[in-house]
């Protein structure tokens, strides 16, 4: 039997992952310790998931391990070595305002979390397929330097601008306000690179934005439209955080991104970084996104306007998956803004998260 270690395996991209992979014939060896819970409260807590995988996947096999913890990760790489096909890293702290309150908790998360994780599969598993889920808070606030234009609902930037259709992965990384979270992704993100191209492993990183989907237990702090429908649901007063809520965001279900990251496990490179993404037609501002989902609820949003942004938010943000298109014919987005937003109203009415 393959198996395959996914990292933030009760998370949202961690759990489609399992999903997925299981139903492709693998043993799958799940890695979560529910962080998510303490960085952002019980709304936020993955327990739910977590049963629902060990109680109805027979190929599952749990392990509440800390990734900061080499030793203990050691145990799992020893016993199963050369079986181990492929690592899918998702485990992170992923706010920006969260790392700012606790950078040492953050960074050793992100940062010697991932070290852990390519150090191991150096040492006993080299053969094996290695996708790290990096961010595009990669780039910083270079995104926001581009000249906006302010329509009734969101930014825009020209349509003669090259990256009008999306951000591809030539923009810089440098000379950037990243925020703290931004800075460890960042060291995660080039040293899972160097792992590739200097060492020789088999490693993608994926460059992300807004994922999303009825899997994802989002919080104020992260998980942008999941928390939205959220506070719909619920009338719980919603704040936007700078921007007049008119900052654009291109949203990907994260079904639409584990179907990527199949087809780089079927035929990997050596620390190749994609930008992945909705892409334009799958993007929305703030206020756009809670016109949609007003309309499908009937329910009216409580919400008001802080006109101080997040340290590093973007202005507007539309990933280019050109280049992953290129490599990768078979793949493309499929599941449009309106069914990634029926998905997670779906799943906070029917579901007993």
Not at 117 to 134: A, R
Not at 203 to 208: A, D, K
Request: charged residues 25%; hydrophobic residues 35%.
């Amino acid at each position: 039997m393959k198996y395959i270690i996914v990292t933030g395996s009760s998370g949202l991209v961690g759990s489609e992952a399992v999903s997925f992979f299981h139903k492709k014939g693998f043993k799958i060896i799940g890695i979560d310790n529910n962080l998510r819970k303490y960085f952002f409260g019980k709304t936020a807590c993955t327990n739910w998931k977590k049963n629902n995988q060990i109680s109805s996947l027979k190929n599952f096999y749990f392990h509440n391990i800390d990734i900061r913890s080499y030793d203990k990760l050691e145990k799992l790489f020893l016993k199963y070595k050369s079986k181990i096909k492929c690592i899918i890293h998702a485990a992170a702290q992923p706010s920006h305002d969260w790392a700012a309150k606790d950078p040492n908790t953050d960074f050793t998360v992100n940062a010697l979390g991932t070290l852990n994780l390519l150090e191991l599969t150096k040492k006993y598993c080299p053969n094996s397929v290695y996708i790290f889920v990096s961010t595009n808070k990669v780039y910083g606030d270079t995104p926001n330097r581009f000249k906006f234009t302010e329509k009734k609902t969101r930014f825009e930037i020209k349509n003669n601008n090259k990256f009008f259709n999306g951000i591809n992965e030539s923009m810089s990384i440098d000379q950037s306000t990243h925020s703290l979270f931004g800075v460890s992704k960042s060291y995660a993100d080039l040293l899972t690179q160097e792992y590739g191209r200097n060492i020789g492993l088999k490693t993608g990183i994926f460059r992300l934005g807004c994922i999303s989907g009825g899997s994802h237990s989002g919080a104020e702090l992260h998980g942008f439209l999941s928390y939205l429908v959220r506070a719909n649901l619920k009338k719980i007063p919603y704040t936007i955080y700078g921007y007049k809520g008119k900052q654009v965001r291109d949203n990907i279900h994260a079904l639409d991104l584990i179907k990527c990251f199949w087809e780089f496990y079927k035929k990997p490179r050596n620390g190749e970084v994609y930008n992945i993404g909705g892409g334009r037609d799958n993007s929305c501002s703030v206020l756009e996104a809670m016109n949609i989902i007003e309309k499908k609820t009937k329910i009216k949003f409580t919400f008001k306007i802080n006109q101080k942004n997040r340290v590093g938010d973007h202005v507007w943000y539309i990933s280019d998956n050109k280049k992953f298109k290129k490599d990768y014919k078979n793949w493309k987005v499929r599941i449009n803004l309106s069914t990634i937003i029926d998905d997670i109203i779906n799943n906070n009415l029917f579901s007993s998260n």
